[in-house]
């Protein structure tokens, strides 16, 4: 869904559902591949899988110092 932010510009609003499904879709679901996936940048898939992380959807496993993030 778009939506205006504060200077009228249309920004593309992301659902937990995107991030979701982007994790079940992957073999291996880095942050990076999931940025990918959903179609946003790295920094906002970071926010958001941490965000999911804290309300317990998701888990997330430190692999070679990056984060694989699992379907709890």
Do not use: N
Request: glycine content about 8%.
């Amino acid at each position: 869904m778009d939506k205006r932010d504060d200077e009228g510009q249309f920004k593309k609003e992301y659902f937990d559902e995107d991030f979701l499904s982007a994790i079940d879709g992957l073999s291996v679901a880095s942050t990076q591949k999931v940025a990918d996936e959903v179609g946003c940048s790295y920094d906002l898939a970071y926010r958001r899988l941490q965000d999911l992380e804290a309300k317990g959807d998701i888990k997330r496993e430190e692999v070679g110092g990056s984060f694989v993030w699992l379907i709890d």
